[in-house]
């Protein structure tokens, strides 16, 4: 185990409904496959996210139930706690924003920001519905972009040219609700003072190194027009505001991007707290040498490296302003923002209310886990969007997971097994023997610097590439013709085994999952790739009752490197490690879409 501490914050996904696989290929995927390569090179890794469960869209969703908003965040976390977990998302925490403890650290960088003077109460213009007479959220209301003019700009952002919008800019705003026109009142509320943060968010930008140009470009020209952001909103579901005349009232609670993003930090301390040292955490958040990598789809760019990197600066003191640190101490900022761009279905968006989707619960009902997380890693959308179509995901699993690596597998332990029963001794190696083993024992250094770098799609072919130099090998000295020369046969059965460990080895961060399979059907035993659990836990301030993802993820045998393979270890006749899929299976997907199934 090393010394070097790695954050891996995962986006929260929102309990508003459950997760198709378009919200995974942003942040679940590529998060796991990035901590799986870092425990097995020994880094000391901390993964937490949770379910982001404040803000409008569950309140609309409970009034159109009769239910009260905990009720359907209470449902939908525990739908997507067992889909993450089905994923092989190695979570040490999965928790939520409702928990007391979330509660007291987003108000506590709310304090922190107030006392540095970043955060300042202003009399501003704030949208009603008339029918109603409910706030209506930034987000829920649409219109015309007064600066790029595209139609089907939001209230808060628009999409379409990337500036931050205030509801009352937009040409005929529209609620998406009911679609009337909101009426604009005054309100008073706190806003962070985002202009402050200019050049200390320019000088931290600069310092990057590394990162996705497209998202580094972003970022830089989200500078160029700063403007104060309500840190408050009228609404009854959320983090209460932690001040006098505030704190009681039924209708402020605090913005809920500005409370989700607070929660890298509450779930880092939730999981000390569960560890049985209250400190742990600052490892991770206040040494130095510690990094922090924020994973994401691209529409939240702006609130990973904007909004909370201010909310950093600010609760340190580091703006324009000055400031000291709060209670907490000073907390690092993150060192790169990792964020991919989206995944279409078909050649269309994905949309929950139009059916254009499949959840991750249904995919992983009809299909492994392993298959859509190598489709993620190996077709996703890591540097541009993506299209996911039914047929490349069939040739994918059936051409290079069936036909290629599980192939490899398969056949070199069955042959393996049934002329030895064990891994067998080698003789002299060839010229073509030792190019084999130095080209996968050499692929890991290549291959974990693309990981470490987040270029996976480049690893996994990578990866890939060997598995097939493996396969070549196999055809090209064909042992199943060396009968009569038992100890050449055993020699590259041997070399040929010794190849599909290290491809085990290299393929384990994007396959968990057959990646334990292929460790036991060499011989192994004990656990090679640790599976996240889900416990069942109470509130360790109020008591109620709440699943989390956890795992015991140091207690594995993976390591980044090449582990000889012991003559003599025991082999038995394998099993397939991936299913072949029929085609049949994209006419049959493509009538469950049109049907909205």
């Given at each position: ?30 998060s796991d496959v990035f901590s799986r390569y870092h425990r097995m ?536 490690v991936f299913k072949k899929l029929d085609e049949s299976i994209v006419a049959e997907e493509l009538a469950r ?5």
């Amino acid at each position: 185990m090393s010394d070097r501490h790695i954050l891996t914050a995962v986006a929260w996904p929102y309990a508003n409904g459950p997760r198709h696989i378009g919200h995974v290929s942003g942040f679940g995927v590529p998060s796991d496959v990035f901590s799986r390569y870092h425990r097995m090179v020994g880094d000391r890794v901390l993964m937490v996210s949770g379910t982001d469960e404040h803000g409008t869209p569950i309140t609309v969703a409970a009034d159109a139930e009769g239910v009260i908003p905990r009720e359907i965040a209470d449902r939908n976390n525990r739908v997507i706690v067992g889909d993450l977990q089905s994923l092989g998302l190695s979570y040490d925490l999965f928790t939520r924003t409702t928990t007391v403890n979330h509660a007291q650290i987003a108000q506590e960088i709310f304090l922190g920001l107030l006392k540095n003077g970043y955060v300042f109460p202003k009399t501003t213009l704030g949208a009603i519905s008339p029918s109603t007479g409910r706030t209506l959220p930034d987000r829920y209301i649409e219109g015309t972009c007064p600066i790029c003019g595209y139609d089907g700009a939001r209230g808060d952002q628009c999409d379409n040219c990337g500036n931050q919008l205030d509801p009352v800019d937009l040409i005929n705003p529209k609620s998406r609700i009911n679609g009337e026109t909101p009426k604009f009142v005054e309100e008073e509320h706190y806003f962070l003072d985002l202009p402050a943060f200019t050049r200390a968010l320019g000088d931290w930008l600069d310092s990057r190194r590394g990162w996705r140009p497209n998202v580094l470009n972003f970022a830089k020209n989200l500078l160029t027009d700063l403007k104060p952001r309500s840190y408050t909103r009228d609404i009854d579901w959320g983090v209460p505001v932690p001040l006098e005349g505030w704190r009681d009232r039924p209708d402020k609670r605090i913005y809920v991007w500005f409370d989700a993003v607070v929660g890298y930090l509450s779930a880092s301390i939730e999981w000390a707290r569960r560890s049985g040292d209250d400190d742990a955490w600052r490892q991770w958040w206040q040494t130095p040498d510690s990094d922090a990598y924020y994973f994401m789809g691209k529409d939240n760019i702006v609130f990973h490296a904007e909004i909370w990197p201010a909310q950093l600066l600010g609760y340190d003191g580091e703006g324009d302003k000055g400031g000291t640190p709060g209670s907490l101490g000073r907390l690092n900022l993150p060192t790169e923002v990792v964020s991919s761009e989206f995944l279409t279905m078909e050649g269309r968006k994905f949309s929950s209310s139009r059916q254009v989707v499949i959840y991750v619960r249904d995919f992983l009902a009809r299909y492994d886990a392993d298959a859509l997380r190598y489709f993620i890693a190996a077709a996703g959308p890591e540097s541009q969007d993506t299209d996911f179509t039914w047929a490349e995901f069939l040739r994918r699993n059936n051409d290079e997971l069936v036909a290629g690596w599980g192939n490899l597998v398969n056949r070199t332990v069955s042959m393996a097994a049934k002329n030895v029963g064990a891994v067998p001794t080698p003789g002299e190696l060839t010229d073509a023997d030792r190019a084999l083993l130095s080209a996968t024992q050499g692929a890991f250094g290549p291959v974990g610097e693309l990981l470490s770098r987040n270029r996976q799609k480049a690893a996994a072919t990578e990866a890939m590439r060997v598995v097939g130099e493996a396969n070549k090998y196999l055809s090209d000295q064909a042992p199943w013709k060396l009968k009569e020369d038992p100890a050449r046969r055993d020699t590259v059965l041997h070399t040929a085994l010794q190849a599909v460990s290290d491809c085990n080895a290299l393929l384990t961060p994007f396959l968990p999952h057959s990646a334990q399979k292929v460790h036991e059907l060499l011989g192994g035993t004990g656990v090679w790739s640790p599976a996240p659990r889900v416990e069942e836990v109470t509130d360790l301030d109020d008591g109620s009752p709440y699943p989390i993802i956890t795992g015991d993820y140091d207690e594995g045998q993976a390591v980044w490197a090449s582990r000889p393979l012991p003559p003599g270890t025991p082999l038995s006749p394998p099993t397939p490690v991936f299913k072949k899929l029929d085609e049949s299976i994209v006419a049959e997907e493509l009538a469950r879409l049109e049907d909205g199934q």
